[in-house]
């Protein structure tokens, strides 16, 4: 109870960034859809129901993302998917994969969608954030209030307070939840803590002392780096993270909503120069295999001793479960070091579940979104290493997951949200590609700081003339 109290508090300390993540402040007012003038009104004696049957027979697709979860506990999705037509009769059409954008992208293009989609942001190819930027995402808030499948308790009751309301879940400031909240983990920099203990070295607590380490570390072996990253999409915990330590919340606030000057500050200097410096630390391979089909071969050198850390969440132990390591390998996780006098910051990190708008079965789509808070899937779930935000999940755990998730009873600060949405502009990419995407020019020389830095005022100045909501 102690683990999720504070857990809990942790995040909810953090959402106090959020607001600006959404809006930056409370005093906009939130945006409503305007009423259909050919629907009819509803009666006043009649209370709509937020549990509307689904229609007999019916067959709701489901993509789901093969991740290091589904690598943990194989057929994990499918498990859920029978659980959830034994308790409602709907039966389910599963896909998962790897690749899952490969997968439905040209069938969605062709305006046949899965009816639920379980797929974060921060992907290489970006799908979630463009069904975002169209509106292509049903809401969702109405499930909220749905009973679960099988239980007696409402979906609200089974979700720890504060994760319906972030950026992530909530991207339009209109108060409305379109992304429902699934897996989410403690963020920081993995690394060999086998490794660290056989030389007797400190986990670095600030940047200096990173500097020093790597150094250190070249020095005994030339093959030996600092750093790696599996793709630069790891890169959105990870910036996050180091605003925040730069700067503190109120700095963050305004980073994530791209504010007029906010790049010009000494605390975003500051996040450039170590951002950059550690360019240079960065094990040179890891550009050409920073992609979604080679990434596991950046996360293999931290396991075999040619990078220190690397930034990642929970789901590397089940994702690297069967790769080899060097002798006496164990995981570790640290926040990142603090920036100057700032705080060492763990992000919190969150996938999430969507309808798109063009679901073809509605009703049952949100049926199941509801079930996957119920005591049978979250107990599913939870053999793969997978953790929602459900009171009481994290209370028995043991090894990795217990040192994984008391990261934040151990003095890092959590960090929620992401930048803000804004609307599809010609020539304008992604936060991913305007920000992340170019570390990897910055490690092979292509990309110089100043370049980067450019671009990111460049497109900051877009983004926020183009904010959503």
């Not at 290091?68 to 859920?80: F, I, L, N, S, T």
Request: proline letters at 7%; a negative charge.
């Amino acid at each position: 109870m102690k683990k999720i109290l504070s857990m809990i508090l942790a995040c909810i300390m953090a959402l106090s960034l959020l607001t600006a993540c959404g809006g930056g402040g409370n005093d906009q007012p939130a945006q409503t859809e305007p009423p259909k003038q050919d629907e009819p009104a509803p009666a006043p004696e009649k209370t709509p129901d937020p549990e509307p049957a689904p229609a007999e027979d019916v067959t709701i697709q489901v993509a789901a993302l093969a991740s290091g979860y589904e690598e943990a506990y194989p057929g994990m999705w499918q498990e859920v998917c029978d659980a959830f037509t034994a308790a409602t009769g709907i039966k389910v059409d599963l896909i998962v994969d790897k690749n899952l954008e490969d997968v439905i992208g040209p069938s969605m293009q062709g305006g046949e969608f899965p009816d639920v989609i379980h797929l974060a942001t921060g992907r290489e190819k970006g799908l979630t954030e463009q069904f975002i930027k169209d509106r292509n995402i049903a809401e969702l808030t109405d499930v909220l209030g749905m009973t679960v499948p099988g239980e007696s308790v409402k979906v609200s009751d089974k979700i720890v307070g504060g994760f319906t309301d972030t950026s992530v879940t909530n991207p339009y400031n209109d108060g409305v939840t379109y992304l429902a909240p699934m897996f989410y983990s403690p963020c920081g920099l993995f690394y060999n803590a086998g490794l660290f203990e056989e030389k007797g070295w400190t986990v670095p607590t600030t940047w200096d002392e990173m500097w020093e380490l790597g150094d250190k570390a070249q020095a005994e072996d030339p093959n030996m780096y600092l750093f790696t990253y599996p793709t630069t999409g790891y890169f959105d915990t990870f910036i996050p993270s180091l605003l925040y330590s730069a700067g503190g919340v109120d700095f963050y606030n305004k980073a994530l909503r791209y504010e007029e000057g906010i790049w010009d500050t000494p605390e975003a200097q500051q996040f450039f120069d170590i951002t950059a410096k550690l360019a240079g630390y960065t094990n040179p391979i890891t550009p050409a295999q920073a992609n979604d089909q080679d990434f596991t071969q950046n996360q293999q050198l931290v396991l075999d001793n040619k990078a220190l850390f690397m930034p990642n969440g929970t789901w590397v132990v089940g994702e690297m479960g069967e790769a080899p390591r060097a002798d006496g390998f164990k995981w570790g996780m640290t926040p990142l070091p603090a920036a100057g006098t700032g705080a060492r910051v763990s992000y919190c990190w969150l996938e999430q579940a969507w309808i798109p708008a063009g679901a073809p079965n509605m009703d049952a789509a949100k049926q199941f979104v509801a079930f996957l808070y119920s005591d049978t899937a979250c107990a599913i779930f939870a053999k793969g290493g997978a953790v929602q935000p459900v009171p009481g999940i994290t209370d028995n755990f043991e090894g990795d997951n217990k040192m994984f998730y008391s990261i934040y009873d151990n003095g890092a600060e959590a960090a929620m949200g992401g930048f803000a949405a804004y609307n599809s502009v010609a020539g304008l990419g992604t936060v991913r590609e305007e920000f992340q995407d170019p570390f990897n020019g910055l490690v092979d020389g292509s990309v110089t700081k100043d370049q980067w830095i450019d671009n990111v005022k460049a497109a900051s100045d877009q983004m926020r003339a183009n904010l959503m909501g």
